[in-house]
């Protein structure tokens, strides 16, 4: 821009400008505006700083909307003014959890930075300092800085000279310096706020940001203000912020360390911002004294220049820091902070209650936290704090006060407001998408650099990030992280590292589970450190429930009553056979049933604090630990399915391999086809005899089994003692055991040469070492498996089983308790009825069918305390999308979850079925099963029972099913229709054989 002026044009050549040039604005003293001039014409103008003392009352929508309209904003405008603008637009977003777009803010202030970094040198500063003579009012109430620093006095404003110039050919035209008066410490604490903000955000992947790269040599530069100047200190804060971005620690540390004070006595603008990251600096490296220490000073200037919101995350970070040291009482500044933000900052005050509640709670101070959210609520009330991170979190409190009030589900609905706001505005979630993004883009190409984030970013939390904020945890454990986790286990497969893949497929198992309990699976984590047995418990969690006990009391106390009432019922026969027994019985299991109750709701009440809890199951087992487990001449085939691929792995005690499946829809239309030639159209459907006669299953299973084993040669299956599957998706619907090893007519399945058995995580294939004793009671269920059964059929199978196997006996129709209850105290379970609830799996269904729809009788039911399911557990009668050949669909999570949800609950070996046949033969064959499982590994008797069956003659009378045709009918039940629907899920715990 050419601008006359009164010393009109000057033409100087290019090259020349930047010492003349500042000569001229070092010496312009012209027509100096007053200071009240200066103050009234200082960008950002008046109605910005009315927009931020809208947000610091908690209005953030309307601030955001006020600091929009500012004409500033528009690019040919923008200037350094427009950095505030940007950051506050950005602040306003990131308090009401939209982080991704507030990012998007700070990252546009900092690049306009960027266009100005020496914008500093062009301000015309005091000639000297002097102490601030404004009175803090009302006064502060919450202690004395230990720091003997002085308030600075610092302008409102200050003049910024412009140059203005125009190139004409290859000369520069000078105008005269234009003087604009500018905000200069807003702008600076702007510039360090999107920077601390932006490192908030970006978390680890902040070091590898290319943002991060040009920040910093941005601010290597080292006459981004006059030399040997005092504002030298502002640019130390912003060095020690992007260093820290950098994960350069050391180096940010004592970058801030230098900026604290101005001419070694005033405290300025940025001091409360470089003793906050300070703190945090020093909390993460685990110096939590020294962090508290920081994070109090840090009010102190904070409130001295009206840095409420600094003020709040001080406070908070110091609260956090005070329950982690494991401090008594309420965090000192909480209370009296709440009076002193009365009048000036509503955003402060509610901060200030909510925390103080959060604290209250954490002390076991229910009545204190209660009043403190009450106040905050009023302080809340028509206000955007409502719907902010405050709000959330006061959700989050609430949640717990409710369950500390007995009221789960009030708890529960406070739980799900404050997590549908935290799953948005979490800062873990968004690290993991930043990595994700970064990663998939291309911009982030260093494997091992990467490997390494996703492994920090989706790890469990752990028992310092419980302490620190149990938000962010149950954020991530309640968000779906599958797509990034795959792209995860993609890059360890691309480095050939397949251990590491092979445990990442049970992470995005284990994920996936616990999204469907509630709280994440934080209760289910509680309930096995509470009850499991010891032997299923690692170090950690045996050493977090004696923790847990010596704090809570009231949970030691019941869990002795629990142990005194499990060994009284342990002396009462499971069907007591008088009247007397079966009242003590009764009274028994419901004195069990209301101490669990209790426990289920202090459970529920230290969920969502900061108490650390192992997640026991699934377990996470080293591979490389768990192949030493394996024993000779047997294998694990896992497999996991993406939307591209079907991923395979194999595991020996001595190999391990991988190969892959290209199209997993080609692979559904295999399996679909071969289970309708099984004769699976439809679950009651009958099945006709020319179909039972029919061989057109083999070749599809045949070709099934060759692209789901690479090819594999028909040695491998003379070798193989036994195979341990690990389905993923639709492949639950695949009878392994049924596939024809060869492609012809006779050609053997693999449960000829092979012992079969399935679990839902590799982590869940090796044995436990929790053994049944000898003397295990059997209960059974006697019904119909198939609605035209002939009843006489189910009680001559119970008649046989209970001669064939001791202390077997027949649960009665009309039960003593809830069946959750019976199955508590029940180490092996036989349900010989249809299952017509399983529609409501994964956990809404009742196993044992006796009270199918009564309360205590679901697989939930099962899952909550008292602990233990029975061990060993029989269903028959299960259905699953298998039986109409998957024109219904199904995508295999129904088996997944229910098989995991039972295992939860204590279940080891579990025979379910994928479509149930009724008839003779199923009653045979769960009857030959489980009398053979006491004696022999569960593998071994499953494998014993299929082949007695296929060499059984077959009577079709006995086989509702069945549809007698023209064609004549097998004489023995070889066909996969009655014996490979079932799906035995075993930990391979070995029997007394």
Not at 436 to 458: C, I, K, N, P, W
Not at 544 to 558: E, F, G, H, S, V
């Amino acid at each position: 821009m050419s601008t006359n002026g009164p010393l009109g044009r000057h033409r100087f050549p290019c090259g020349v400008l930047t010492a003349l040039g500042w000569m001229l604005i070092a010496s312009t003293t012209l027509d100096r505006p007053t200071d009240a001039q200066q103050s009234d014409r200082a960008r950002p103008r008046a109605d910005y700083a009315i927009s931020c003392q809208i947000l610091a009352d908690g209005d953030y929508r309307r601030a955001f909307k006020g600091l929009k309209s500012s004409s500033y904003l528009q690019a040919p405008n923008r200037w350094i003014d427009s950095i505030c603008i940007f950051t506050m637009q950005g602040e306003c977003l990131f308090q009401v959890g939209e982080t991704v777009a507030a990012l998007e803010r700070y990252n546009a202030a900092l690049e306009l930075f960027a266009q100005y970094p020496d914008w500093l040198r062009r301000i015309r500063f005091p000639t000297q300092l002097n102490p601030s003579r404004r009175q803090i009012n009302p006064a502060i109430n919450w202690g004395a800085s230990r720091r003997r620093a002085i308030i600075g006095q610092f302008p409102n404003s200050l003049p910024s000279f412009q140059l203005n110039q125009a190139i004409q050919g290859n000369q520069i035209v000078l105008g005269r310096p234009d003087a604009r008066p500018v905000r200069v410490t807003e702008i600076v604490r702007c510039i360090a706020l999107a920077m601390r903000r932006r490192l908030e955000i970006m978390g680890p992947y902040g070091e590898h940001s290319p943002g991060t790269a040009k920040l910093n040599v941005l601010l290597k530069q080292q006459h981004l203000t006059h030399v040997n100047h005092w504002s030298q200190a502002w640019v130390s804060v912003w060095r020690g912020l992007a260093l820290a971005s950098a994960a350069k620690h050391a180096q940010a540390a004592a970058e801030l360390q230098k900026s604290l004070l101005i001419l070694g006595r005033y405290d300025h603008p940025l001091t409360a911002t470089a003793l906050l990251e300070l703190g945090k600096l020093a909390f993460r490296a685990g110096n939590f004294e020294a962090a508290a220490n920081y994070f109090y000073e840090a009010s102190f200037p904070a409130a001295a220049y009206d840095q409420y919101v600094l003020i709040a995350e001080a406070f908070s970070w110091g609260s956090a820091t005070h329950m982690m040291r494991g401090l008594p009482g309420i965090y000192p500044p909480l209370v009296p902070a709440s009076s002193w933000a009365n009048r000036d900052s509503r955003h402060l005050q509610a901060a200030m209650f909510v925390r103080t509640a959060e604290e209250a709670l954490h002390l076991g101070e229910p009545k204190v936290a209660a009043t403190a959210l009450l106040q905050a609520r009023r302080v809340m009330a028509r206000r955007d704090i409502a719907i902010g991170r405050i709000g959330a979190r006061h959700a989050f409190q609430a949640a717990i006060l409710e369950f500390n009030d007995g009221n789960k589900e009030s708890g529960a609905k406070f739980f799900a407001n404050a997590m549908a706001f935290q799953r948005k505005a979490s800062l873990w979630i968004n690290h993991v998408a930043l990595v994700d993004t970064a990663f998939m883009s291309g911009q982030l190409r260093v494997t091992g650099v990467v490997d390494g984030l996703y492994e920090r970013l989706l790890r469990d939390p752990t028992p310092k990030d419980w302490a620190h904020d149990p938000m962010e945890c149950f954020a991530i454990l309640t968000t779906s992280l599958e797509l990034p986790m795959e792209h995860w286990l993609e890059l360890s497969i691309d480095r050939r590292e397949f251990e590491k893949a092979i445990q990442i497929t049970d992470r995005i198992r284990r994920h996936r589970f616990y999204r469907t309990l509630p709280v994440g699976g934080r209760v289910l984590a509680f309930r096995w450190i509470l009850q499991a047995p010891d032997g299923l418990l690692n170090d950690t969690a045996r050493l977090q429930r004696q923790n847990l006990l010596a704090k809570y009391p009231q949970l030691a106390a019941t869990s002795r009553t629990v142990a005194q009432l499990r060994q009284q019922l342990s002396a009462v026969p499971l069907v007591p056979d008088n009247e007397e027994a079966t009242r003590q019985q009764q009274k028994l299991l419901q004195m069990l049933s209301a101490v669990s109750q209790q426990q289920e709701l202090l459970l529920h009440r230290i969920a969502l604090r900061r108490e650390p809890a192992e997640y026991v199951f699934p377990p996470q087992q080293d591979v490389k630990e768990l192949q030493k487990t394996i024993p000779a001449g047997q294998a694990i085939l896992s497999y996991f399915i993406t939307s591209r691929m079907v991923h395979a792995f194999m595991l020996s005690r001595e190999k391990y391999g991988h190969w892959h499946v290209e199209s997993p829809s080609k692979m559904k239309q295999l399996i679909s086809g071969m289970l309708r030639k099984m004769g699976n159209h439809e679950s009651n459907s009958n099945v006709a005899s020319r179909e039972l006669g029919d061989s057109d299953w083999r070749p599809l299973g045949h070709q099934i089994l060759m692209e789901l084993t690479n090819e594999a040669d028909v040695g491998v299956w003379d070798k193989l003692d036994e195979l341990v599957v690990i389905p993923d998706g639709i492949l639950w619907y695949v009878p392994f055991e049924a596939l024809a090893i060869e492609n012809h007519e006779n050609a053997t399945p693999i449960i000829g040469k092979s012992r079969v058995r399935y679990a839902p995580l590799v982590s869940l294939a090796y044995p436990t070492r929790r053994h049944m004793s000898p003397q295990a009671d059997t209960a059974v269920v006697v019904g119909r498996l198939f609605p035209r059964d002939d009843q006489a059929v189910a009680e001559g199978a119970f008649d046989r089983l209970q001669t064939g196997l001791p202390r077997t006996v027949r649960l009665p129709d009309k039960l003593s308790a809830p069946s959750g209850l019976i199955a508590s105290v029940c180490q092996r379970l036989v349900v010989l009825n249809d299952i017509t609830d399983a529609g409501l799996a994964p956990y809404n269904w009742s196993p044992v069918s006796l009270d199918r729809g009564k309360a205590g009788s679901t697989v939930a039911s099962w899952i909550a305390l008292p602990w233990g399911a029975p061990q060993q557990l029989i269903l028959p009668g299960f259905h699953t999308a298998a039986e109409n050949g998957l024109k219904k669909g199904g995508n295999g999570n129904e088996v997944f979850l229910t098989l995991c949800g039972l295992m939860s609950a204590g279940s080891q070996t579990i025979l379910i079925s994928r479509w149930r046949t009724g008839g003779q033969t199923a009653y045979d064959l769960t009857r030959e099963f489980t009398q053979e499982l006491p004696h022999r590994s569960a593998s071994a008797a499953w494998q014993r029972s299929v082949q007695l069956m296929m060499r059984s003659p077959l009577d079709p009378e006995q086989e509702p099913r069945v549809e007698e045709g023209d064609e004549e009918l097998s004489s023995t039940a070889d066909h996969p229709f009655f014996w490979a629907g079932y799906l035995l899920v075993d930990t391979g715990d070995v029997g007394d054989e």
